[in-house]
């Protein structure tokens, strides 16, 4: 794995469990880890019920946007998550496959998403301790 490694979340739509745990890897890793997200399938915008749930954690994800899964995507990533939709990506060597087994928050109000969005944290939070733990800070 290079000094920062690289994460790529899957999902069909990308408009949900992926957006959300890249969000959540992004505000809890900051620079450390560099965060991909796409769909094989995309929608055409990010669920309202994730960007509420995600809101209410103070993350704003209302400007993400679907993208595509390509095979750079995959190749350019040191951990492909999948996320419990039955998507597969391209396998290269030397990369690291996850699924992560989570309810689709498609067609859900903010209720049903809230427990799906603190599971992804717990997932993300492990994921960060294990690739990119926090540098203890220097001693003078």
Not at 37 to 42: W, Y
């Amino acid at each position: 794995m290079a000094d920062k490694p690289s994460v790529l979340f899957v999902c069909v739509h990308n408009a949900g469990r992926s957006q959300m745990a890249a969000a959540w890897l992004t505000h809890l890793a900051g620079d450390r880890v560099e965060v991909r997200s796409a769909g094989s399938n995309p929608g055409t915008a990010v669920n309202p019920a994730a960007v509420e749930a995600m809101a209410e954690v103070g993350i704003d994800i209302s400007a993400e946007t679907p993208k595509v899964l390509t095979v750079d995507a995959v190749r350019e990533s040191d951990v492909c998550i999948t996320m419990g939709c039955g998507d597969t990506c391209p396998v290269f060597p030397g990369k690291r496959y996850l699924d992560w087994k989570l309810a689709d928050p498609a067609g859900q109000g903010v209720a049903a998403v809230r427990p799906i969005r603190d599971e992804i944290k717990t997932l993300v939070e492990g994921l960060i301790a294990e690739i990119a733990p926090a540098k203890p800070e220097a001693t003078a």
